[in-house]
Every structure is written in structure tokens, then in C-alpha cells.
């Protein structure tokens, strides 16, 4: 075989090859591109939908939409059942027609308490005592009332008793007094939820203002709503006292 010869075929065989690669090239272009065309189906918002909507409501008042867009479209984390997203909570708002990501959501556990938090329902840290707050018995998920004893007059004496706020949720409960007494602390805190603004205000005010204050852990079942009362001095005197007795202590009639 010449040289000339030999150049020949080494000249056919790139040729060959490039056109080998060219159509490799064209026909992979050609499929990323009808794959990129192509649709695939995810889910939309028909409303806007607001931060700490649990899953379960959009699939129940039928705030998901079907819709199919462009494979190249697709938001990342988006949506294909709305089974996804049934156990999950919104955290931020999605809007109408914007595509349900999983990044617009979280657990209830990743959460924490803000979970429990909807509607008028606000959360509010009441620092306290060991024994205010009934540290070690009060658990999360219990309810409980908080009870103060409030100044009603001018003189040193002038003081009542009464339920301020009844059955507010423990969010989180304080820990064990026996467990961190040991550090050195000499109070802790519960986080409540309070239903609207007076409850808050109620709860801040007495936890500031009263002569003392406690929390009062409520049934678990079968409860009753007694109606409130207010304690002072002469109710304490009086109760259950005959007129006799009284007058015998108080000296009342002389």
C-alpha cells in the first residue's frame, strides 16, 4: 500500500467517524429536546393558599388543581399526587396557579409548636416557679387554668382571689424541677396558647401584677365548668360559718 493510498483511507475513516458523531449529536439533541417538550402532570394552587395550612384541607375544599405543563417548567419539588403533601404543613403561601412544591412545606414535627398555632390561637411564655408552673406533673398537650390573687384597693389588705383565664392548651410544658433545680435556676417557664387578646393581655397582667399567681391542671375527662367565683376576705370569713361563729371570731354585732 503507497502513501498516497494509505492517506486515503485514514482520510475516510475520520470522515466516517465525524459523521458517526454528527448524527450521534443531532439525534441526542433532537430527543433532549422532545423530552423537554414533552408534558408531564403536577399539581396547582386554584387559590391562594396561607403559611400553617395543614394538606389535609387542600385536597378536602379542593384547592388543588391538576395541570399538565412542559417537563422543562416543572418547578423542583413539585408535586405529582396530592397524597404528598397530606400530612405536611404549609410554611410559606402558595399562590393561585402556582405549582405545589414540597419546598413550600414541612412536618409537623419540623414545626414544633407554630403546628398548633391557627386561627386566633397565639402562643405566650409564662415565666414562674417551680411549683407555679407544676413543674414535672404538667405534661404537653394539658390544659389548665391560671388562677391570681390581685390587688382590689388602696390598703395592704385589699386582695381577691379568681380564676383570670380557663382551660388554655400547654404547649410546652416546663421540665423537671428535680431535674434541673440542681443548676442553680430558681424559675423556669410554660409556653400557652391563648385564644384571642384579652387572654394574653389577662395571663401578662396577672403574671406582672398579683400578689402570687398558679397554674391549675384541668381533667383530662369528664370535665365540668364550674362558673368563676371571686375569693377575699369576707367571702373566706363567711363561707359555710354560721352567724354565731362569725360574730364569736370577728366580733361582727358587738
Known sequence: MTYRVRNIFVAVGLAVVAALLTTFYVANYKRHVRQAESTVTVYVAKKDIPAGTPGTEL???GWLSPADVAQRTVVPGAISNPDQVARLVSTQTVYTGEQITLRRFASNAQLGIRS???GPLRAISLPGSFDQ???GTLKDGDHVDVIANLRTGSCNTCFATRDVVQNLLVLHA???GASTKGTGTTSTSAVLAVSDRREAQKV???AQNAAGWTLQLRP?????QPPIDV???ASMFK?????ANLRHYTGAGK
Open 220 to 224: 383530662v375527662t369528664n370535665v365540668t
Open 239 to 243: 363561707d359555710g360559718v354560721t352567724p
Open 204 to 206: 401578662f397582667f396577672a
Open 116 to 118: 398548633q398555632l391557627r
Open 133 to 135: 408552673l407544676l413543674a
Open 174 to 176: 416546663p421540665p423537671s
Open 59 to 61: 385536597a378536602k375544599h
Open 231 to 233: 375569693e377575699g376576705t
